[in-house]
């Protein structure tokens, strides 16, 4: 199993940025992809953005353009760059290891943990 650890949430004003980090350890050799998803209060969680060991990037439509993913195959870390944020951004960030399907699918394969909570002021 992998473990994950998510870590550079905060509190942030509109327009500012933050930098979420995800770092994995356990049996990474059998990660396929990664991603970050997202839980607003009363909200279902959401896919923010993924990133496949094949180079393979998605982002959410809400974020595209604000947003940037990478990954730090050395540390075995993965990264979101979170850049004009607004105050709909507010949630629990988490990452997730997934399985990305031949259809296109981002599948999450590792229990939840905590997240990092983001909050955006207005």
């Known amino acids: 199993q992998v473990q994950l650890a998510e870590s550079g949430g905060g509190l942030v004003q509109a327009g500012g940025s933050l930098r979420l980090s995800c770092e994995a350890s356990?049996?990474?050799?059998?990660?396929?992809?990664m991603a970050w998803y997202r839980q607003a209060p009363g909200k279902q969680r959401e896919l923010v953005a993924g990133?496949?060991?094949?180079?393979?990037?998605t982002y959410a439509d809400s974020v595209k353009g604000r947003f940037t993913i990478s990954r730090d195959n050395a540390k075995n870390t993965m990264y979101l760059q979170m850049n004009s944020l607004k105050p709909e951004d507010t949630a629990v960030y988490h990452c997730?290891?997934?399985?990305?399907?031949?259809?296109?699918?981002?599948?999450?394969?590792?229990?939840w943990g905590q997240g990092t909570q983001v909050t955006v002021s207005s």
């Open positions: 997730n290891t997934v399985l990305f399907t031949t259809t296109n699918r981002w599948i999450p394969t590792n229990p």
């Open positions: 356990g049996s990474i050799f059998s990660i396929n992809a």
């Open positions: 990133i496949t060991s094949g180079g393979t990037i």
